[in-house]
């Protein structure tokens, strides 16, 4: 699979997620500092509570502006038959009787993209299924955990 198209797949959704935000943000900065959420009485908290939402949408913008850096500068790696998992890493996973694919990322987990009309799901070292893979490699069986539950798994392989 060709992985530089993925991680620009990934890059292009993680922009478009970033033009959202910014567009909310600076529609809840403008309702924060708009003339009707002036307070009417010492309770009225409309304009407090709507910079509170400026504030955790910028938080978000930055966080993806972060994670776009990243992915910019992550170059494809090549992993060979017997290499670990890590990141970089496009991993095939058969669970539960259905085959799923991962890329390992450095930020962005839970981000899907759809190449070769497959879907691929972003994780990253530190999420649960990405700390379970993390150092495994292909052929390996290992008992994962999802939703609570030990699952046998399958890494059919790591690319």
Avoid: W
Avoid at 74 to 100: C, R, Y
Wanted: glycine residues 10%; aromatic residues 6%.
């Amino acid at each position: 699979m060709n992985k530089r198209a993925i991680i620009q797949k990934i890059t292009a959704k993680l922009v478009s997620e970033l033009e959202v935000y910014f567009r909310a943000a600076q529609f809840s900065r403008a309702e924060a500092t708009h003339e009707s959420n002036k307070p009417e009485n010492k309770y009225d908290t409309r304009g407090l509570e709507a910079g509170y939402l400026a504030r955790g949408q910028s938080k978000q913008a930055a966080e993806l502006e972060a994670a776009i850096a990243e992915y910019q500068k992550l170059g494809v790696k090549k992993f060979a038959v017997g290499d670990a998992i890590n990141i970089g890493a496009l991993v095939e996973l058969e669970h539960g009787g259905e085959s799923s694919l991962y890329f390992v990322g450095p930020r962005a987990g839970g981000t899907e993209v759809i190449h070769d009309k497959k879907e691929i799901l972003v994780i990253t070292p530190q999420s649960p299924l990405g700390e379970q893979l993390i150092g495994k490699q292909a052929g390996d069986q290992p008992q994962l955990t999802f939703g609570g539950t030990k699952q046998a798994a399958k890494i059919l392989r790591v690319e």
